[in-house]
């Protein structure tokens, strides 16, 4: 893509998101009003202050930091292993030696996600997901030529515009920045940037950069090292005044950003939160607390009414205050009528409409000294199905993509063990799984309405034992085990399960043989006995 086109393009973005960047201008002043302030070109830190107040009510703000906190605890804690990976190719999954092999793949891969700095971003990631309905982060690696890790970035939303394909997979991102001339080169070097830089090295005036990946084509390989003009996506920096790139082109195998939305429609490619939904409880409550602080006000320090000519001096209101009045009768306080209940009545009603909207009556668990251990889990996993359709976007716009390219690094990196031959030969396709708290409650839900199943067609069998026929004991055992996320290692191979049932047949044949033998012995023995009893007899 050429940089007259990448301008062109930003450009474009810019017109199309200006109705949304209306509600984020609200989102910014009573939802994320702090995070909102580093987006401000501002020329010194005096600059963002409180003194003209517009915020009156924090109810919003700290149920969108509780809400993306739950979920970042839920999905992705870097506490516990928070996926497992296989192959989409059952041969490969009851193959041990490629089982082992993807195992060890998944540990490392998990290790150096912990190493790197995702678990800080993510929490930045997780908060613009649940105010702007949208965040984006970027994966690179740290140094391609030294290994040093990969690392993450949360991007801010304002900064940041794409395009998508027909199937909302995206396909171009830009982000203007603004730089200094010291910045471009200290970033870039002088050898690298047009003279108009270095003229202005001196100065402290911020230049409008725009940094762009975009998508080459389809016909790449994700695997076989090649240089940066000839993988998948391509990125470069574009100045905006003139045109021209700073420093030199490069390239992605994959793309490195992770664009995710916490619900969309089919109009919008930008998402919307339960921000959006409950923004005008979010105004109605700021304004009512603004309007009960100045009625408070009016209480604390009442008005004072006087006759037009009982005021002979100006009216002191301040400490220890002298005002001459010509009778003592003609000046008294204004007593305010105003109903404080009927306020708070509706201040409740609606911080609670904005609890509900951020979930926050789901995501708290109620205090009950008698809860059961069965009730408390109970209520944790409701409160994880509710997050359920969210769980869905983040696992596909950000986890699986994110996951797949870390192995693919690691791959390229020669990070991994040595690839077995039947993976090669059956072109193994990785299939993540997800093993946080959310997937096990959903995945325990499948797993208790089986075992529900079982212990029915149990009772059934006792009257109609053709109903035991149905249930396939090994499939079943073996899926309890990956919904309760049991390691496969733990498991048999089906061909170790067979070589077990034909020794343990061949064993029990044995038994029954050496049993009938015994049988036939003393049967035989039995049958001598008698037959010298009766011989016995005869001779008497």
């Known amino acids: ?21 209306g509600i984020w201008d609200l989102i910014d002043d009573y939802v994320v009003p702090f ?38 605890g ?21 193959d041990r030696l490629a089982m082992e092999w993807i195992q060890q793949c998944e540990d490392i891969v998990f290790e150096t996600l912990q190493d790197s700095n995702l678990d800080i971003e993510a929490s930045e990631f997780y908060l613009d997901l649940t105010s702007y309905g949208t965040s984006i982060i970027v994966e690179e690696i740290e140094d391609e030529i030294n290994w040093k890790g990969i690392d993450f970035q949360s991007v801010p939303i304002h900064e940041c515009y794409f395009d998508q394909d027909k199937k ?48 080459r084509g389809d016909n790449y390989d994700d695997f076989t090292e090649v240089a940066p003009k000839q993988r998948k996506y391509g990125f470069k920096y574009v100045l905006v005044e003139g045109r021209e790139t700073l420093g030199e082109e490069g390239g992605y195998y994959e793309m490195p950003a992770f664009v995710t939305r916490w619900r969309k429609t089919s109009r919008s490619k930008w998402g919307f939160s339960p ?22 006000g009016k209480v604390i320090d009442p008005a004072t009414l006087t006759t037009a000519r009982g005021l002979l001096s100006d009216l002191d209101l301040g400490r220890a205050g002298l005002t001459v009045v010509r009778d003592v009768n003609d000046i008294k306080e204004y007593e305010s009528k105003a109903r404080f209940d009927v306020g708070e009545m ?32 109970g209520r944790w996993e409701m409160m994880h199905r509710m997050l359920g359709p969210t769980a869905g976007r983040i696992q596909n716009d ?34 993540i799984e997800y093993t946080g708290p959310m997937a096990r409650a959903q995945k325990r839900q499948v797993a208790m309405a089986t075992q529900e199943w079982l212990s029915g067609i149990g009772q059934m069998g006792e009257v109609f034992p053709e109903a035991m026929d149905i249930p396939n004991v090994d499939l ?51 049958q001598g006995e008698g037959n010298a009893a009766l011989e016995g007899a005869g001779n008497v």
Request: glycine share 4%.
């Open 398 to 431: 950000f986890l699986d993509p994110m996951i797949q390219r870390t192995f693919n690094i690691l791959y390229r990196a020669k990070k991994l063990p040595e690839m077995p031959d039947i993976v090669k030969e059956h072109e193994g396709v990785l299939n």
């Open 476 to 526: 079943i055992t073996r899926d309890l085990g990956t919904l309760g996320g049991v390691p496969v290692k733990y498991m048999n191979t089906a061909d170790d399960v067979k070589k077990g049932r034909e020794a343990r047949a061949e064993s029990q044949a044995n038994v029954q043989a050496n049993e009938d033998a015994r049988l036939e012995g003393e049967a035989k023995k039995a």
């Open 168 to 215: 909302g997979n995206i396909i171009n991102l830009y982000r203007e920045m603004k730089w200094t001339a010291n910045e471009i080169i200290d970033k870039f070097g002088e050898d690298k940037v047009p003279q108009s830089i270095i003229d202005k090295k001196h100065t402290s005036a911020k230049m409008p950069v725009v940094f762009c990946i975009y998508k």
């Open 35 to 72: 995070r909102s302030d580093i987006y401000n070109e501002n020329s010194d830190e005096n600059s963002n202050n409180w003194r003209n107040r517009t915020l009156y009510d924090s109810t919003a703000a700290d149920d969108c930091e509780t809400l993306s906190s739950a979920i970042h």
């Open 1 to 21: 893509m050429d940089n007259a086109q990448i301008i062109k393009n930003l450009g474009t973005q810019k017109t199309d998101r200006s109705n949304i960047n």
């Open 275 to 296: 921000a959006f939904v409950c923004m005008s409880d979010i105004l109605s409550l700021n304004q009512l607390v603004e309007d009960t602080f100045e009625a408070l």
């Open 346 to 377: 509706k201040i409740d009603r609606l911080q609670m409409a904005i609890h509900k909207a951020f979930k926050i009556d789901k995501l708290q668990m109620k205090e009950n000294v008698q809860m059961t251990a069965e009730e408390f889990r």
């Open 74 to 94: 839920s999905i992705t804690s870097m506490s516990v292993k928070f996926f497992s990976m296989q192959f989409r190719q059952e041969i490969l999954n009851e």
